[in-house]
T-cell receptor, first 112, second 109 residues
Framework: AQSVTQLGSHVSVSEGALVLLRCNYSSSVPPYLFWYVQYPNQGLQLLLKYTSAATLVKGINGFEAEFKKSETSFHLTKPSAHMSDAAEYFC??????????FGTGTRLTVIP | NAGVTQTPKFQVLKTGQSMTLQCAQDMNHNSMYWYRQDPGMGLRLIYYSASEGTTDKGEVPNGYNVSRLNKREFSLRLESAAPSQTSVYFCAVRESLFHFGNGTRLTVT
């Protein structure tokens, strides 16, 4: 069975600081992994996806994530936080039934 | 999001009332999904439909019914709403990627 765990329901960083949002997965097969962002009162927007090509995946808005099989991790990073990055971020894994299974989300606050 | 339209955007129901949430796509995709989003719980799959005329239960189907009468539309029905169904509901369609609607915010009092 596939699942994802997001460590930290809330993360606060200063503007200009590194953003690190953690995601660990469990999967019995090579997974497809995703990060989505949700701004207040909006739907989900795809940030990036891992589909077994390059292990370092670059997404929109300067975000990237690295797939580490040995650590079963897919952490999301951005070198320098902007105020506009404040949102909720969801890690997700695609199951064998072509469904997305989501983590519980991490709310990112950016402090000026 | 372009291509996936959910109606209504907001709804308030009293306990025991019924309603149908509508989802329509113009992307010609086979697979459609209904999720609910609750604080601290992420998105959980209610039902999905792999193609017209087929539906399957997801993680939290109790209290809901769905209908996929054609390729374009996938509706979610609450026959007797309960306060526990207060949530934000998202429809999604999938081809190579998932595309989400903007959600329906439902409050059951």
């Amino acid at each position: 069975a596939q699942s994802v765990t997001q460590l930290g329901s809330h993360v606060s960083v200063s503007e200009g600081a590194l953003v690190l949002l953690r995601c660990n997965y469990s999967s019995s097969v090579p997974p497809y992994l995703f990060w989505y962002v949700q701004y207040p009162n909006q739907g989900l927007q795809l940030l990036l996806k891992y589909t077994s090509a390059a292990t370092l995946v670059k997404g929109i808005n300067g975000f990237e994530a690295e797939f580490k099989k040995s650590e079963t991790s897919f952490h999301l990073t951005k070198p320098s936080a902007h105020m506009s990055d404040a949102a909720e971020y969801f890690c997700a894994v695609e199951t064998g039934a072509n469904n997305l299974f989501f983590g519980t989300g991490t709310r990112l606050t950016v402090i000026p | 999001n372009a291509g996936v339209t959910q109606t209504p955007k907001f709804q308030v129901l009293k306990t025991g009332q019924s309603m149908t949430l509508q989802c329509a796509q113009d992307m010609n995709h086979n697979s459609m999904y209904w999720y609910r989003q609750d604080p601290g719980m992420g998105l959980r799959l209610i039902y999905y439909s792999a193609s017209e005329g087929t539906t399957d239960k997801g993680e939290v189907p109790n209290g809901y019914n769905v209908s996929r009468l054609n390729k374009r539309e996938f509706s979610l029905r609450l026959e007797s709403a309960a306060p526990s169904q207060t949530s934000v509901y998202f429809c999604a369609v999938r081809e190579s990627l998932f595309h989400f609607g903007n959600g329906t915010r439902l409050t059951v009092t």
